[in-house]
């Protein structure tokens, strides 16, 4: 099926980024034209916009592998986070270039993570910046996140026992340590449980054989304690039968024999 028209998809583009996903899912749409998805996106993707539109872009941009846009997104590192969703914003664009960036763009997108772990807030930034580090996957790791929050739970122990005085402060203090521990223990631990099945993976040739696995982690029937293998899982086997043709087909099969 040939994708739309540039008018049709402008339609189609203009009515994804205008529909509230407040109480759905919006989908992506999956046939456009990519010059109007291209096009649409650099008009759109500023500061000045929202996280959850950026955020729209970015699943856009990455679901057909809009690399013409990667140089775009790098425009939201700016070096002036100060707010939530601006960091928010920068996390989102971090994100996007590891997906659709070449290596000197992952590369550049990965040291300004680096940075800019050291300028976001802990208990305000650590879901997005968690969620750019699951994107960059293993050639950043979690060392360097997690040097961040155990910074974070030291400081706020050494404030907590200064607090004695105080122990209304102290024990909200103290509920700020465990949630830190708490994401420590369990949410980073499954960015590297997902590193370590992406690796496991990327190491599979030929092609054909990933095909399997990576349904595994659709499905979540793979075992990792890895929620984000979901969502790369389908990307990856998108962007497979994208740039393999011969391939679409094979994995269309392989979701129907699970579907039976």
């Known amino acids: ?17 205008s529909t509230s996903t407040k109480y759905f899912v919006v989908p992506v749409p999956a046939r456009i034209d990519r010059a109007a998805a291209v096009d649409f996106i650099r008009d759109r993707v500023k500061t000045t916009e929202s996280k959850q539109k950026i955020g729209k872009l970015s699943r856009l941009a990455i679901f057909h ?35 659709i960036g070449d290596e000197a763009q992952i590369s550049a997108a990965q040291k300004y993570f680096q940075a800019l772990l050291q300028r976001a807030s802990v208990l305000r930034d650590r879901q997005v910046m ?6 960059l996957g293993a050639r950043e790791g979690t060392q360097n996140i997690r040097k961040w929050i155990q910074k974070e739970i030291d400081r706020l122990e050494a404030a907590a026992n200064k607090r004695e ?3 209304g402060e102290a024990a909200n203090t103290r509920n700020q340590v465990a949630d830190l521990k708490e994401f420590l223990a369990f949410q980073v631990t499954q960015v590297d449980n997902a590193n370590a099945a992406r690796q496991k993976i990327a190491k599979m040739t030929p092609a054909e054989t990933t095909i399997r696995p990576l349904a595994d982690c659709y499905l979540r029937e793979n075992q990792d304690d890895a ?16 740039d393999q043709p011969a391939i679409a087909p094979r994995v269309g099969d392989e979701f129907l024999k699970r579907a039976q």
């Open 1 to 17: 099926m040939p994708p739309a028209t540039t008018q049709k998809s402008d339609e189609l583009l203009r009515a994804y980024y």
């Open 65 to 99: 592998d809009l690399s013409e846009t990667a140089d775009t997104f790098a425009s939201l590192l700016n070096r002036a986070e100060s707010t939530g969703d601006d960091y928010a914003r920068s996390a989102t664009a971090i994100t996007t270039i590891a997906w």
């Open 130 to 135: 968690l969620a750019a580090c699951d994107a």
């Open 165 to 167: 005085a105080a122990p």
């Open 227 to 242: 929620p984000t293998l979901e969502y790369w899982s389908a990307i990856t086997l998108v962007h497979l039968g994208r």
